[in-house]
């Protein structure tokens, strides 16, 4: 029951936050009041259908403001979102993370990421710094403004939803298209192969969204918790996670997208979500 209602709400936040269709009839974008607000998942601005902001997108644009302007409202939406939900929102509210798990359902060999590639997850907290701060901060034009380069240079989401059905729905785009429109349906090209194979590799590896959601799972107000009296350690929790990571041991991982998995696997009983202050201690 509980995978069945991750699935409505991961699809009813999809089409609630890319429900512009007239977007996708017309080529256009949506430039109404709504595309100032951030969104909690990543999902691209440049989307035909997108009703508001992607947060990493909004936040390299204030980084590379001429004025190099702090944003209070991006740094405390995420604030906000990482301190109630942490990577509750990867699992459940992210249009991509939905994606990838549609295109894993593909028939075809399926394979868990080994132990000795277990630390390229701390390649997107590396993007995060170097691509979303870094670059559009330091590096800039002639007139001193940065470039959006996460979103620019490595965003598959932002190639599938904005880059490839712009160019499709506009005849003029196509003429414009280059080298970096290929590289970057290339990364998409890859990430879509990888998505068959491994679940959500682009959630572990690469989305530097996941990686400023993940600071805050350990202290989120949604959150696991383990009873150790009913916890007997036999590791099922463990097999049943998709994201490999051994539950009864570190229910607030990091890498944990709160998908509920493995508190439905526990016979036990012993997986607990919390969802409020009084109860964390």
Do not use: H
Not at 227 to 248: H, L, P, Q, R
């Amino acid at each position: 029951m509980d995978k069945i209602k991750r699935k409505l709400v991961q699809i009813i936040t999809l089409i609630s936050t890319n429900g512009y269709f007239k977007g996708f009839l017309e080529g256009s974008i949506y430039s109404g009041k709504f595309k100032s607000i951030c969104v909690p998942g990543l999902n691209c601005y440049s989307c035909p259908g997108a009703f508001g902001a992607c947060p990493i997108g909004s936040l390299q644009a204030v980084i590379s403001d001429i004025k190099y302007k702090f944003s209070f409202y991006i740094v405390g939406f995420l604030t906000l979102m990482g301190v109630t939900m942490g990577r509750f929102i990867c699992g459940w509210l992210c249009p991509f993370g939905l994606i990838q798990e549609l295109l894993n359902k593909i028939p075809s060999p399926k394979f868990k990421v080994s132990k000795r590639f277990e630390k390229l997850k701390y390649l997107k907290y590396v993007i995060l710094l170097v691509f979303v701060i870094l670059l559009p901060m330091f590096w800039v034009n002639d007139v001193g403004m940065g470039s959006p380069t996460f979103c620019k240079y490595i965003c598959p989401a932002g190639t599938l939803e904005g880059g490839v059905p712009l160019t499709l729905l506009d005849t003029s785009l196509r003429s414009a298209l280059g080298f970096l429109f290929a590289w970057k349906l290339t990364l998409l090209i890859i990430t879509i192969i990888l998505s068959i194979i491994i679940f959500r590799p682009f959630c572990r590896f690469i989305c530097p969204l996941g990686a400023i959601y993940s600071i805050f799972n350990p202290i989120s107000i949604y959150r696991l918790k383990i009873d150790k009296d009913k916890c007997t350690s036999c590791g099922t929790c463990a097999k049943k996670c998709k994201m490999d990571i051994e539950v009864y041991k570190k229910p607030n991982s990091l890498e944990c997208i709160r998908c509920g998995e493995c508190k439905s696997a526990c016979s036990q009983g012993a997986i607990k979500t919390l969802i409020s202050m009084k109860e964390i201690k």
